[in-house]
C-alpha cells in the first residue's frame, strides 16, 4: 500500500528508508557501473510509484515520462498502467525537475550537465528532494487460478476414426430443420422490412 510521504510519522527509520524490492533487470549492476548510491546504501535497488515521484517533486507525471524518454539510463518499470522507477532513477529524475523547474534551467543545460559528468550532483540533488520518501514495491501479481481438467467429450478426436455420437443429451431440445430453415426465412423478411 502507498502511504503519502508527508505521513505524520516522523520517527528516523520511516525518515529516508528506501525498503528492498526484488527487481528483475539487475538495478544493483546499473548502480554499480554508474556509481549511483543511495543515502541509505541500499544499492539502488528501492522502488517509488511514478505519481508519488511526481508528486514529491512537484511536476505533472507527464514530465517524468518525457524525461525518462530523453535520458538513456533511466527505465521505468511497469506493472499494468502503473510506472515504477529504481531509486538511483527517481533521484536522477528528481534532480533533473528541480533543476529544470526549481532553478529554471533549460532541458538543454540539464542534459549538459550530464553529458559533462554531472549526473552525480544531479542525483545527490534528488536525493535531498527524496531523503524522506519511503519506496515501495509493486503489486505481486494474483497467483492464476487452477487449470479446468478437460472433461473427455470435450477432447478432439484423432483423424480418420469416425467416432458415433452419443445419445443426444436431451431428447425434448431436438428440432426439425425444416423448423430451423422456416425460422431463418422469417428473421430475413423482418430485417428486409426494416430497412
Request: charge should be positive; aromatic fraction near 4%.
Amino acid at each position: 500500500m502507498l502511504t503519502s510521504s508527508r505521513a505524520t510519522d516522523t520517527s528516523a527509520a520511516s525518515r529516508g528508508a528506501w525498503r528492498e524490492a526484488p527487481v528483475a533487470g539487475g538495478s544493483a549492476a546499473h548502480n554499480a557501473h554508474h556509481g549511483e548510491t543511495s543515502p541509505s546504501g541500499d544499492d539502488g535497488r528501492g522502488l517509488i510509484e511514478a505519481v508519488r515521484l511526481a508528486d514529491e517533486v512537484g511536476v505533472p507525471p507527464s514530465v517524468l515520462t518525457y524525461l525518462e524518454a530523453r535520458l538513456p539510463d533511466v527505465h521505468s518499470i511497469v506493472d499494468g498502467r502503473r510506472r515504477y522507477y529504481r531509486s538511483a532513477d527517481a533521484a536522477l529524475l528528481a534532480g533533473c525537475a528541480e533543476l529544470l523547474y526549481g532553478e529554471g534551467r533549460s532541458f538543454r543545460e540539464v542534459m549538459g550537465f550530464l553529458r559533462n559528468g554531472r549526473a552525480k550532483a544531479v542525483a545527490k540533488r534528488g536525493w535531498a528532494l527524496l531523503r524522506h520518501v519511503e519506496a515501495v514495491a509493486p503489486p505481486v501479481a494474483a497467483a492464476a487460478p487452477p487449470a479446468r481438467a478437460i472433461p473427455p467429450d470435450a477432447l478432439v478426436r484423432h483423424r480418420g476414426r469416425p467416432t458415433a455420437p452419443k445419445s443426444p443429451a436431451d431428447p425434448a431440445i431436438t428440432v426439425d430443420p425444416s423448423s430451423i430453415l422456416a425460422e431463418l426465412i422469417e428473421c430475413v423478411r423482418v430485417l428486409e422490412a426494416a430497412r
